[in-house]
Structures are given as C-alpha cells and as structure tokens.
C-alpha cells in the first residue's frame, strides 16, 4: 500500500499556492492588464462575490429538496461556492492562441483568472471561519478582507522590488531563479506571519518580478531560463494536485454523488453566466466595453483547477461534510474541463470570434501531408538502394509521391499567399527552428573548445533576444518580391 502524506492546510498552503500564483502573475503582462483595469477588476472582485452568492442561495435549496447531503446548510454552499470561485484559464488562453483568438480577450480571462485567485482565497479563509462558529457580519468581513488584502499587496511590493533589486545586481541564471522562488514562497510565508493575505502578496510579487525585475534586470538568457522554470514547476504542482485528490476520491462514491456534482456544476455555471453578462451590461457605458459574443465565451471559458482543489484539500479532517465537498468539488473540476473545455473552441467558431479557423486547418493538413509524402519518397530510395523491391514498381511508387508532393506545395503556396497570417506563421516557427539550432552548434563549439565562455555567453545571449521577441508576439518582415 502506498502511503499518501498527510495533506494539512499548512503543507498545501506553504507549497502549492505561492508557486501556482507566482507563476501566472509572472506572465501576466501589466500594463495589457492596466488597459483592460476596470474589466477585470469588476469581474474578480464585485464580480466574484456575487458570483459566490448566487452559487450558494442556488446550491444550498436544491441540495435539500433534493435530499443531497443530509445537514447541507447555506453556510456550507458558501464554503463550496468560495472554493469554487477561482478559475483556471491555462487551457482556454492555450486554445485561444492556437485559434488566433482576439489578445484582448485572453488578457481579460488570464487577468481576472489572476486576481479572483487572490479574492476567492481570502473570502473562502473568511467563509470557513464562519462554518467553524466564527462571529461574522457584513461590515466586520468587509473591513477584514481590506485590511488582509491591503497589507498583503504591501508585503507583495516590498518582496517584488527588492528582488527585482537583486536582479539588478546579478548576473547569473541559477541565482535569479532562486530570487525569484525567495519572491514567491516568502512574500507568502511573511504574509501569513503577520496574518495578512498570502495570496495577495505573491501575486503582487510576481508581477513586479515579471514585469519590472525580468525587463529591466534580466538578460534575455537568465529570463528564457526563469520562464522555463516556472513553467515547469508550475506544470509539476498541477499534476502533484490532481495526484492527491485521487488518493482522495473514492471512485465508487464519485459515481453514486453524480447527481450533486451535476447540480453543484449547474449552480456554478449559471452563476457565473448571470455575473457575466450584468457585469457586461454595465461596461457597455465605459470605454472598456466588448462585445456580447466575447461575454458568452467568457461565461463558457470560466474553467475550474488546481487552486480549488488544493483549497478543498486543505479542509480538516473535521470539517463537517469534508468528503461530500472534496467529491462534488471534484466532479466540478472534471466536468468544467471535460464540457467546457473541449466546446470552447467549437463555440468560438460558432460565435465567429476566430473566422480562419478552416484555413489554418487546411494549411496543417496539407503541411502534415506533405512531409509524409516526403517521408515515403526518402524510404523508397532506401528500399531502392537494398533492392528490396524490383526498381520498376519503386518508379511507379515514386511518381505517385512526387505528384502528391507537387500538388500540395501548390496548394501551401496559394493558402500562404491568400492568408498572410499563415505565412506569418510559418516563418516564425521557422524562424525559431533555425535559432535553436543555432544555440545548439554554439553549444557543441563551446564545448569543443573552439569558441571562449565570454564570446558564448555573449552570442547565445544574442539569439535568446530574438527567440524571446519572437515568443512574445514579434513579427518578422518578408523580403520585397
């Protein structure tokens, strides 16, 4: 039998929160967030507890008409509905750029990810307070979420610019990435000391170090070997978390609470739509308005993950109706990825939010196709070299690739010249090929001894510049014809 760790509020809190929050707020580039403030804002803040509400006055009487979970009071919904809050906007910003989505559109569900990350931690630490007999009023959780908030986000920026300080002063990959883990974990380990909003102080650090300290103190070869870290580490906590809560979950019991999974998602789903379009309507009389089409994918793309599992983790074994909210939380997670995740895309298309969509796809098929033809022509000249087969039979073969191979760099041409994102595309990822490879005969000279560290470092600094520029959206010009 494998021994699965005691999982306590401690553990989860001190290890997996700091690096998944850090990690998005290190990318989240601030002033596209900045332009987009009010947005956002009104969706993670107001927004959120609204939508926390609402999912529990929907929760908490289904439960108990339909006999869910014997002793299910509006207390627990709220508990449920604070857990559940934070989205997870990894898949939906991924299918987004694979599409070629509007950026703005991923700026607004990457930032409101980000800062209902911060809100729904500090309201669930407040709604489970209040399950456990906590005293709790309007006005006194109000004060207390400002304070916590306010004195976290200053902890957050006392963390952010002294590291980014740091990163002034040094000049080495290793180190700046220790920097930046020292940003993460102990902006949240002091919070927390002084009882203020860990949550809050991480992610203001990792945007001033995303932000300030990785423009302004990093090379380009220091900051492609931060990026890769955390995205990395963030990766192995995402997947340590789904580990857990199956060793958690019992199978037979997540099949028998299908129908309070079902209602638990349908809740939050319906929820977050209402929140959604009141807070579009309002926006429709400020400068940051978007369409109604952008208000239905954002509804949609409101994916639940790993933050609300590790928030239903860390409930104690005491908690009343622990194991009910791990499984329906569960179930929730699932089916928001399963549904939602897998009908994003079709719904884009739908709403005609990403209108190349069959073009890029042609384009991919064709590229597949052709390098398979190419393939097949390569092992033909093997098989012809090994006599294997009679040569007049290979001639027959060849000729039949070759013309496929004909018509589809014929048919590449003229989607490449009709759509000129396309080839666009196709010359940034080329683009990025050829410097890797670059990087890499560097690399062997190096070590090979024909080339100094100085002169290496120097040069592969050089091709980090361009690959970064390319990763951030740069174009490159085409030759005149």
């Known amino acids: 039998m494998i021994k699965v760790p005691h999982l306590t509020k401690e553990l989860l809190y001190a290890l997996f929160l700091p690096g998944l929050l850090f990690e998005a707020a290190f990318h989240l580039e601030f002033q596209k967030f900045w332009k987009n403030k009010i947005s956002v804002i009104s969706l993670a803040v107001p927004g959120l507890l609204a939508a926390i509400a609402l999912t529990a006055a929907l929760l908490a009487p289904v439960a108990g008409i339909?006999?869910?979970?014997?002793?299910?009071?509006?207390?627990?919904?709220?508990?449920?509905?604070?857990?559940?809050?934070?989205?997870?906007?990894?898949?939906?910003?991924?299918?987004?750029?694979?599409?070629?989505?509007?950026?703005?559109?991923?700026?607004?569900?990457?930032?409101?990810?980000?800062?209902?990350?911060?809100?729904?931690?500090?309201?669930?630490?407040?709604?489970?307070?209040?399950?456990?007999?906590?005293?709790?009023?309007?006005?006194?959780?109000?004060?207390?979420?400002?304070?916590?908030?306010?004195?976290?986000?200053?902890?957050?920026?006392?963390?952010?610019?002294?590291?980014?300080?740091?990163?002034h002063a040094i000049e080495d990959p290793m180190v700046e990435i220790t920097l930046t883990t020292v940003a993460a974990y102990g902006s949240f380990a002091v919070a927390e000391h002084f009882h203020v909003s860990g949550v809050i102080a991480t992610v203001v650090a990792g945007m001033l170090c995303g932000n300030y300290g990785a423009r302004t103190g990093m090379s380009p070869s220091t900051k492609v070997a931060v990026l890769a870290f955390w995205e990395y580490w963030a990766f192995a906590l995402n997947s340590v978390v789904f580990l857990l809560i199956g060793f958690e979950v019992k199978p037979a019991l997540l099949v028998r609470k299908w129908k309070p999974i079902l209602v638990a998602w349908l809740a939050v789903t319906l929820a977050r739509a209402v929140v959604v379009y009141a807070s579009s309507a309002l926006l429709r009389w400020t400068k940051e308005r978007f369409p109604w089409s952008w208000t239905a994918i954002l509804t949609w793309g409101g994916?639940?993950?790993?933050?609300?599992?590790?928030?239903?983790?860390?409930?104690?074994?005491?908690?009343?109706?622990?194991?009910?909210?791990?499984?329906?939380?569960?179930?929730?997670?699932?089916?928001?990825?399963?549904?939602?995740?897998?009908?994003?895309?079709?719904?884009?298309?739908?709403?005609?939010?990403?209108?190349?969509?069959?073009?890029?796809?042609?384009?991919?098929?064709?590229?597949?196709?052709?390098?398979?033809?190419?393939?097949?022509?390569?092992?033909?000249?093997?098989?012809?070299?090994?006599?294997?087969?009679?040569?007049?039979?290979?001639?027959?073969?060849?000729?039949?690739?070759?013309?496929?191979?004909?018509?589809?760099?014929?048919?590449?041409?003229?989607?490449?010249?009709?759509?000129?994102?396309?080839?666009?595309?196709?010359?940034?990822?080329?683009?990025?090929?050829?410097?890797?490879?670059?990087?890499?005969?560097?690399?062997?000279?190096?070590?090979?001894?024909?080339?100094?560290?100085?002169?290496?470092?120097?040069?592969?600094?050089?091709?980090d510049g361009e690959i970064l520029a390319l990763d951030e959206g740069g174009k490159l010009d085409e030759p005149a014809s």
């Open 303 to 463: 994916l639940r993950g790993s933050l609300s599992m590790v928030l239903v983790l860390a409930l104690p074994p005491e908690f009343p109706h622990r194991e009910f909210l791990i499984h329906i939380t569960f179930g929730v997670v699932v089916l928001s990825i399963l549904v939602q995740g897998m009908t994003i895309g079709p719904l884009l298309r739908r709403l005609g939010i990403v209108r190349e969509s069959v073009k890029v796809e042609e384009y991919e098929s064709k590229r597949a196709g052709l390098r398979a033809a190419k393939a097949a022509i390569d092992e033909i000249e093997k098989m012809c070299d090994t006599k294997r087969v009679a040569s007049a039979v290979l001639d027959t073969l060849r000729e039949r690739y070759q013309t496929r191979i004909r018509d589809a760099e014929s048919e590449l041409q003229a989607l490449t010249v009709e759509q000129k994102d396309l080839r666009q595309r196709e010359l940034v990822a080329a683009a990025r090929h050829l410097l890797m490879v670059e990087k890499e005969t560097l690399l062997e000279t190096f070590h090979e001894g024909y080339l100094s560290k100085e002169r290496f470092e120097s040069m592969v600094g050089a091709i």
């Open 66 to 167: 339909l006999s869910l979970e014997a002793g299910f009071t509006f207390t627990h919904a709220l508990v449920f509905a604070s857990l559940i809050a934070a989205t997870d906007p990894i898949a939906v910003v991924g299918l987004f750029k694979t599409l070629g989505a509007p950026k703005r559109l991923a700026v607004l569900v990457e930032g409101e990810s980000l800062i209902n990350d911060g809100t729904a931690v500090v309201i669930f630490t407040l709604m489970f307070g209040l399950a456990m007999g906590k005293h709790l009023t309007v006005m006194n959780g109000v004060g207390q979420f400002i304070v916590v908030a306010g004195a976290g986000s200053l902890v957050g920026l006392l963390f952010g610019f002294g590291i980014s300080w740091l990163t």
